[in-house]
């Protein structure tokens, strides 16, 4: 029993903390926009893929080629 003595104001304690931490992130701006991220991730952005250039070929010059 002497337990609980502690426990309540414990609790009262970690509750008060978690409705400050709401309070908190609804002032900052976190639930402005729930939907947008969600909708973001399934849409594609439709880019042309880049084509390749072709480089030219550069030939290594040969050691007997330097002189």
Do not use: C, N, T
């Not at 400050?20 to 939907?35: I, P, T």
């Amino acid at each position: 029993m002497d337990v609980i003595y502690g426990l309540i104001p414990g609790m009262i304690l970690l509750g008060l903390a978690a409705v400050a931490v709401l309070f908190w992130a609804a002032r900052s701006g976190q639930f402005d926009d729930l939907e947008g991220e969600a909708h973001r991730i399934l849409m594609d952005e439709d880019l042309a893929p880049a084509k390749k250039k072709k480089m030219p070929k550069q030939m290594m010059p040969d050691a007997e080629d330097q002189g």
